[in-house]
């Protein structure tokens, strides 16, 4: 049952409302002052407050700004039998949804009673959207490499400068864009992606642009761009890479100047964005090769993120498999799985060309196709179930190529661990004992690599 605080000091006022309300199915609570309202308030937490503006006392405009100041999204409508002008402006300015004159009308009460409490839902269904959103794209992983990411991030993300971001196909680029806009200032302001390789060239100027009624065959009516519609966010362009020449001059033209015109149109408009561009390709070589354009990749590469493809953060792939399988199986509404330790393996030793990306969808075949609770190698495609055998035969570790010295370092020793916390069980002890390293230093290391032991 929801509550609604009424505070006026005409007690026939008070009455009325309540029992109105009360019929309503409201439950109701009455203070005849300002003081005694806001008590009520702090003790009760009401659904939405009826307040009256002159109060004896501290009168109702002040009663409001400490009610928002206690707790901003509190739902108020205000009443008054004086009522000008000049002070339904100052309690719309302080935040108040609604302004009712005296005498009351119960259908005006009712109406603007439902109307702000279904603005009350909506504001806490898109909370509850944003915190699911922000789950979905939070960035999981305890590698040295994906730590390290995040660390940059939590740095560069206050910040204003603009951001390049490279890496393969499927490594999440995207959530490090939205990672970067959810930390930054603009956080609460749009996130617009765009994506460069899938608008043909023709139609990329009024998607960035917009354009105006009559621009051209199709222009039906004034349409806002890209560009305008993060006026004051972040803009992401994903692919940039294959942008043509000649919409790269037109981009590095409003990222110098912040301003543009509409496809069609004279008016220049101006654009408060800050831009974060992604990209698979090499853009120094693209430069080399004529393709892209050497001003625009050092207007954009203020910060420079990369991404790692999944076969340089091997200790990461069954924390992010079973967090896709958990997913997976709510969202298909299936019962809990899990992986058998040999489907797991085959997961860890697998090179994972198709990166993040492709193991999602693995998992969500498997979640779909697989009827049994436990994942067994088998159940693997083809591709994947022989890519634990390495790890049992002592054959080469797979995927080390374009890596660093220190990465392919820090691969081998994960993999080692791991290898030997398998033969011996889990135990720590044994295991720090067989590889001659102390016990302290070996759960370092299996905490930095994220390596999980058998329970």
Excluded at 158 to 171: A, D, F, M, Q
Excluded at 194 to 211: D, K, T
Aim: proline share 4%; glycine share 8%; aromatic share 6%.
């Amino acid at each position: 049952m929801q509550t609604i605080l009424i505070i006026d000091d005409e007690p026939s006022i008070r009455e009325s409302l309540e029992g109105i309300l009360e019929d309503e199915g409201y439950r109701t609570l009455l203070a005849e002052t300002g003081e005694s309202g806001l008590a009520l308030a702090r003790e009760e937490c009401p659904d939405l407050v009826l307040l009256d503006v002159w109060l004896p006392g501290m009168d109702g405009l002040e009663t409001l700004s400490r009610l928002r100041e206690s707790n901003p999204e509190q739902l108020v409508i205000m009443m008054s039998g004086h009522g000008t002008i000049e002070t339904a402006v100052k309690a719309t300015k302080l935040g108040a949804l609604d302004f009712i004159e005296k005498p009351l009308s119960l259908e005006k009460v009712l109406l603007s009673i439902d109307n702000a409490l279904k603005l009350g839902r909506l504001v806490e269904e898109n909370r509850s959207l944003k915190a699911s959103m922000a789950k979905d794209c939070e960035m999981l992983g305890n590698s040295p490499a994906i730590c390290h990411l995040k660390e940059q991030i939590a740095i560069a993300a206050p910040t204003s400068g603009w951001v390049l971001i490279t890496g393969e196909n499927g490594t999440g680029k995207e959530l490090v864009a939205r990672a970067i806009h959810n930390l930054s200032k603009r956080g609460d302001k749009p996130f617009v992606e765009v994506n460069c390789a899938a608008i043909p060239e023709e139609l990329i100027e009024s998607e960035l642009f917009g354009h105006e009624k009559g621009a051209f065959t199709g222009a039906t009516a004034q349409r806002k761009g890209k560009f305008d519609l993060a006026h004051q966010g972040t803009l992401f362009l994903d692919e940039i890479g294959d942008m043509s020449l000649k919409t790269q001059a037109k981009i590095l033209r409003i990222l110098q100047e912040r301003k543009f015109e509409r496809v069609g149109g004279s008016r220049t408009i101006e654009v408060d964005v800050r831009v974060i561009a992604a990209t698979n390709k090499d853009l120094e070589e693209e430069i080399r090769q004529g393709r892209f354009r050497q001003d625009l990749y050092y207007r954009l590469n203020v910060l420079p993120f990369h991404v790692p493809p999944l076969r340089h953060r091997r200790g990461d792939i069954m924390l992010l498999a079973e967090h896709f399988l958990a997913h997976f199986c709510r969202q298909e509404s299936r019962d809990s799985k899990r992986f058998s330790p040999e489907a797991a393996e085959a997961l860890r030793a697998y090179a994972w060309p198709g990166n993040v990306r492709e193991l999602k969808n693995v998992v969500e075949r498997l979640v779909i196709m697989v009827a049994h609770e436990t994942i067994l190698a088998e159940d693997l495609p083809e591709g994947i179930q022989g890519s634990g055998a390495g790890m049992k035969t002592g054959l080469p570790l797979p995927a080390f190529d374009d890596m660093t010295f220190k990465q392919a370092r820090d691969e081998f020793e994960r993999e080692f661990i791991q290898q030997k916390l398998e033969e011996f069980d889990g135990n720590v002890s044994r295991t720090a004992e067989a590889i001659d390293l102390e016990r302290s230093n070996l759960h370092r290391k299996i905490k930095s690599y994220g390596i999980e032991l058998k329970k």
